[in-house]
T-cell receptor, first 114, second 116 residues
């Protein structure tokens, strides 16, 4: 069974603080993704990665950094958190390939920035 | 750019009644995007419900169906008889198998409430 685990499940941060969201996958997938979900919006892609050491900007990368130190782990970093980054964040992994790709999602991290 | 539109934020249906959730897509760069429906049950992450990668074909899973219509750029989700356990948020998505790797664009989601 494919597994993507996010931590923490919930996080409260202060404006200007640093926040790190972690994601671990045991699927041995090359691709990993970070999305955020806000009411009225679809999941919006922040950063993604094709493998260890690679990170790519998604559609809304401003204010976020990503790190992929290994095949299994992909982190999302908010160096200076702002209230506009209050959201639910989803990590996903997907196999290498160009067709019929299925993403496997974690359960989400609810971040509140005060 | 690429986008997916779900016009209904929430749909309420009585148990055993039929369901349709609308989805249209727009793409300027992908000739034949892959189309997906994902579902998110309370407290869980999104999971794939069904996918179709060829225009004109139908995908089905757990009693749900969706047909890839390239002419109308639509991928509506249907079910003949819903159950209370179908209550969840449904997301339509398109996949870009083009250059630079694989990206998936999601719609805003439609919350389905099935009343007993």
């Amino acid at each position: 069974e494919a597994a993507v685990t996010q931590s923490p499940r919930n996080k409260v941060a202060v404006t200007g603080g640093k926040v790190t969201l972690s994601c671990n996958q045991t699927n041995n997938h090359n691709n990993m993704y970070w999305y955020r979900q806000d009411t009225g919006h679809g999941l919006r892609l922040i950063h993604y990665s094709y493998g260890a050491g690679s990170t790519e900007k998604g559609d809304i990368p401003d204010g976020y950094k990503a790190s992929r130190p290994s095949q299994e782990n992909f982190s999302l970093i908010l160096e200076l958190a702002t209230p506009s980054q209050t959201s639910v964040y989803f990590c996903a992994s997907g196999p290498l390939g160009v067709s019929a790709e299925t993403l496997y999602f974690g359960s989400g991290t609810r971040l509140t920035v005060l | 750019g690429d986008s997916v539109t779900q016009t209904e934020g929430q749909v309420t249906v009585s148990e055993s009644k039929s369901l349709i959730i609308n989805c249209t897509y727009s793409t300027t760069s992908i000739a034949y995007p892959n189309l997906f429906w994902y579902v998110r049950y309370p407290g869980e992450g999104l999971q794939l419900l069904l996918k179709v990668i060829t225009a004109g074909q139908k995908g089905s899973s757990r009693g749900f169906e969706a047909t890839y219509n390239k002419e109308t750029t639509s991928f509506h989700l249907q079910k003949a008889s819903v159950q209370e356990s179908d209550s969840a948020v449904y997301y339509c998505a398109l996949g870009d198998p083009g250059t630079g790797g694989y990206k998936v664009v999601f719609g805003s989601g439609t919350r389905l409430l099935v009343s007993p």
